[in-house]
């Protein structure tokens, strides 16, 4: 299995589309084999499913998420585990465990309110947040 993370200094980025590294974990037998930091090189949104699959990856893990880069993740058959937050390697090592706390709903639409915002914990549509067309940024 080889695992992707959106990273930026140790953390999950939160915005797939913006990210400038991933971290890619080798793993086998429930343990991490091998694992390395890869600049994407300016690609962005639909482009980075391309990416990832170049180097092999059947999972990513990461904060938010549009649905254009969703349907172009499922296409490159790249499982998502979206609206994580916090170290990138402790995610990696909870996902291993089957203790990985993720949204399997998360959706992030910055064109639709503007700001900078956190849409790792929470879908930026859900009024429980008070985020949709909230344009002065979107923080669970």
Do not use: W
């Amino acid at each position: 299995m080889k695992i992707a993370v959106t990273y930026e200094d140790g953390m999950v980025f939160q915005h797939f589309g913006h990210t400038q590294q991933f971290k890619l974990y080798e793993v086998e037998n429930g343990a991490v084999q091998n694992e390395q930091v890869v600049d994407t090189q300016g690609s962005g949104h639909g482009a980075l499913a391309g990416f990832l699959a170049q180097y092999g990856v059947d999972t990513l893990l990461c904060g938010g998420i549009g649905a254009g880069a969703q349907n172009a993740l499922a296409a490159a058959d790249i499982q998502l585990y979206g609206g994580i937050s916090g170290n990138a390697d402790e995610a990696v090592s909870a996902f291993i465990a089957g203790t990985l706390d993720y949204n399997p709903d998360v959706h992030c639409d910055h064109h639709d309110h503007g700001g900078a915002h956190d849409c790792g914990a929470h879908s930026c549509g859900d009024k429980a947040h008070d985020c949709a067309g909230h344009g002065d940024g979107c923080r669970s």
